[in-house]
């Protein structure tokens, strides 16, 4: 099978063409970003649309604000039933220009819940959100071989798919900015110094957030549904916690942990 990946040069369109083309697959990378494109081994398209016209299924790893673009010159190329999937974080607005611009083709979101740098798909997750029976088919096909390769499968819906990333993506990129700005005020070197388990978890995430695509991650704060109402009650519970130990209410801060590690403690 011949796989396209337009944005190959992408770091996640480098990923997972390097990992498909170690499974066996014919792979093929196209980019607008003729520079970085040069500088890649493997086999390259001319254009989006020559890549489209070789390959038997196309992956767009593209951010959501160019892939109208994409998908509207792609569209001409497009044979019928061709498989055309798409990565981005986001899957109600990437589908409805998907279904748009791709209607001869079967499109389907996928989301790997993963960055660029692992080596292989084992205990990575994969999110899937068809939206027709068509599609459900080609989710089926495509989950059972991520299966195969150690992967774990869950199939949403759209809808449900962008409202869970709000919180799985928008609150803790929004939470590990805030904590990173804060740091970026303090003698981060010396803390380290005397940081114990609980402190590094927290740069753990700082530097999984600072370090990651900031284009990226605007675009993504921008777009996701409800985000505004989830950070307006994380703001709201840092007020009440803080209202907490202003007033040193040490007897309710207990009983409020104490009611944290009963509702989700054994959730986490």
Not at 54 to 65: A, E, M, Y
Request: charged share 30%.
């Amino acid at each position: 099978m011949k796989i396209g990946i337009i944005g190959g040069a992408g770091r996640m369109g480098q990923c997972i063409s390097s990992l498909l083309a170690k499974d066996g697959f014919n792979v093929i990378i196209s980019d607008k970003d003729e520079e970085k494109l040069r500088k890649i081994k493997g086999a390259r398209a001319e254009s989006n649309a020559d890549l489209v016209k070789k390959s038997d299924l196309v992956l767009i790893s593209l951010p959501l604000g160019s892939l109208e673009e994409a998908a509207a010159e792609i569209s001409p190329f497009v044979g019928e039933g061709q498989i055309i999937l798409d990565i981005s974080s986001l899957k109600e607005p990437s589908l409805e220009i998907m279904h748009k611009h791709l209607d001869k083709a079967i499109v389907l979101g996928v989301h790997p819940m993963f960055g660029p740098a692992i080596k292989d798909f084992n205990s990575e997750k994969f999110v899937l959100t068809p939206t027709d029976e068509r599609e459900e088919k080609i989710a089926e096909k495509i989950g059972d071989y991520l299966v195969k390769k150690g992967a774990r499968v869950i199939v949403l819906s759209p809808k449900e798919h962008d409202d869970l990333m709000s919180v799985v993506l928008g609150l803790s990129h929004f939470v590990g900015l805030s904590v990173a700005t804060s740091l970026s005020r303090t003698d981060l070197k010396r803390l380290k110094e005397v940081s114990g388990p609980t402190f590094e978890i927290l740069l753990e995430l700082v530097k999984s957030v600072v370090s990651q695509d900031p284009a990226f991650y605007a675009s993504l704060q921008m777009n996701l549904p409800d985000l505004g109402r989830i950070e307006n009650d994380f703001f709201e519970q840092v007020k009440k916690w803080r209202e907490l130990i202003k007033n040193k209410d040490e007897e309710n801060f207990v009983r409020h942990m104490k009611i944290l590690n009963k509702e989700i403690g054994a959730l986490l």
